[in-house]
């Protein structure tokens, strides 16, 4: 299993983010919640993609919603 990417939370595009993980890979984010930081971890099986939050692990079934999550919790930018 190759490396983890990690990245600071809007530091990729969602659309690079998405390729990442479609590509096998997870991607560790750091992102700041209330005032201390935490780290997500998101991965793709092939069929569902995963969050996995320091609270809960989120399942989105299509890419659309994985976008949809990327976007509303600014784990990715909206543009490169």
Same mark, same amino acid.
């Given at each position: 299993?190759?490396?983890?990417? =990690?990245?600071? &939370?809007? @530091?990729? *595009?969602? %659309? ?5 993980? %479609? ?8 992102? %700041?919640?209330?005032?201390? @930081? !935490? @780290? =997500? ?9 995963? #969050?996995?939050?320091? &609270?809960?692990? !989120?399942? !989105?079934? *299509?890419?659309? %919603?994985? +976008?949809? #999550?990327?976007?509303? +919790? $600014?784990? $990715?930018?909206?543009? $490169?």
């Amino acid at each position: 299993m190759a490396e983890p990417l =990690v990245i600071d &939370a809007g @530091e990729l *595009s969602v %659309e690079e983010i998405m390729t990442t993980l %479609e590509d096998g890979r997870r991607v560790v984010v750091h992102t %700041e919640f209330l005032g201390s @930081e !935490h @780290e =997500v971890t998101l991965r793709y099986n092939g069929g569902t993609y995963y #969050c996995d939050t320091p &609270a809960r692990l !989120h399942k !989105h079934d *299509s890419p659309d %919603e994985m +976008q949809t #999550c990327l976007r509303n +919790q $600014g784990y $990715g930018s909206a543009d $490169g």
